[in-house]
Nanobody, 115 residues
């Protein structure tokens, strides 16, 4: 069974940085695109960033210039470097990976940004 495990969340002051990691395991198929999403308390899950196998990168407008997504397909791992964090970035952050036309999800890692 495919598993995605996120790490790197925590408590940080506004203006600080965190780096999230997500490793995909137990798959015999190639990973296509990898993603980061987030869900703030009381809100719907929102897409944050995408890294395609071809190297195309996209971001939601609210994180452009502050977050950087990267991936190491040899390690089945996707990263999210988050700088200049704001209190409104507080959320559970989830990674996702498209494998054999199925989007698989991690269980999330909590990021809390204090004012």
């Amino acid at each position: 069974q495919v598993q995605l495990v996120e790490s790197g969340g925590g408590l940080v002051q506004a203006g600080g940085s965190l780096r999230l990691s997500c490793t995909v395991s137990a798959t015999i198929f190639s990973i296509n695109s990898m993603y980061w999403y987030r869900q703030a308390p009381g809100k719907q899950r929102e897409w944050v960033a995408t890294f395609t196998r071809g190297g195309t990168i996209t971001y939601t407008d609210s994180v452009k210039g502050r977050f950087v997504i990267s991936a190491d397909y040899a390690k089945n791992t996707v990263y999210l470097q988050m700088d200049s964090l704001k209190p409104e970035d507080t959320a559970n952050y989830y990674c996702a990976a498209d494998i054999a036309a199925v989007r698989n999800w991690g269980k999330g890692t909590l990021v809390t940004v204090s004012a």
